[in-house]
């Protein structure tokens, strides 16, 4: 059986979300998006604007590729809420990544503003990735709320330091139903590996990909690295043990008296 992801009614084989900010071109990202796969990709309301007349983001983004607005610079629901339907009326669709920080320091979400706002845009029609800190309780909320897949972050944004929250993560996708997209901090493919072999349903990564030495590489790595860790985990990666167990007998070919 192929296996698929699929949220809000859409069918995702790569299982590699790309964020948008940061690439030294727009020339860089949309290489970096083909050469990886990617089918789902964020985007910075701000840089969505097909009335300017310089270059408009959305002329690099690859056909066949599903835009996501976030609705980055938001500090409440409300704010959230309308950065989401101008989103919608510039001709962005209905999906939606809700970031809302109040936080300028570490920039970690606020995660009961960003379930107001998840629940108020579900009820509109949208198909809501909310952003969030890993939080079991809070998880379970938003999907009561309509949410179509819970990002929680694996460490700070742009921080590159991996899946600090593995444990906390690993919980929340043993217990919820819905898609777990790991979002924030992922600085090298092996930590996407790692977020795929818990189980997670995709990654999103922006950062490490777009300030690499080279970008476009980085991003073939980065896709690899999400299928190997997926495959791990659909072919039951074995549990840690304390003890050596010896992969080929000891006895049996040697003499006893030898």
């Known amino acids: 059986m192929e296996d698929i992801l699929k949220i809000g009614g859409k069918i995702i084989k790569n299982r590699l979300f790309i964020g948008t900010g940061k690439f030294a071109s ?3 990202m949309k290489r970096a998006i083909e050469v990886s796969q990617a089918e789902v990709v964020t985007v910075a309301l701000r840089r969505v604007d097909s009335s300017a007349k310089s270059e408009n983001i959305l002329e690099f983004i690859p056909r066949g590729c599903t835009i996501v607005p976030n609705t980055s610079g938001a500090r409440n ?7 989401a339907r101008l989103a919608k009326a510039s001709g962005a669709g209905n999906w939606v990544k809700i970031e809302v920080v109040q936080d300028n320091k570490y920039l970690l979400p606020d995660n009961m503003e960003t379930l107001k706002a998840t629940e108020i845009l579900a009820k509109e029609g949208f198909i809501v990735l909310p952003y969030m800190s890993p939080d079991l309780s809070m998880a379970r909320r938003l999907v009561d709320a309509g949410a179509a897949a819970v990002m929680p972050l694996g460490s700070p944004i742009g921080s590159n330091r991996g899946v600090r929250t593995k444990e906390l993560v690993e919980i929340i996708v043993r217990e919820i139903k819905i ?7 992922l600085g090298a493919p092996s930590s996407a590996c790692e977020c795929m072999e818990l189980g997670c349903a995709a990654v999103l990564v922006n950062t490490a990909i777009a300030i690499a ?11 690899d690295a999400v299928r190997a860790g997926r495959l791990g ?17 000891l006895t049996g070919f040697l003499r006893e008296d030898a």
Do not use: Q, T, W
């Open 26 to 28: 727009y020339a860089i």
């Open 77 to 83: 629901a409300d704010e959230a809420v309308r950065i």
């Open 179 to 185: 898609p777990v997209i790991v979002d924030a901090g």
């Open 213 to 223: 030495e080279d970008p476009v590489g980085m991003a073939k790595a980065f896709s």
């Open 233 to 249: 985990y659909l072919s039951g990666i074995p549990e840690a043990g304390k003890d050596a167990k010896a992969s080929s007998p």
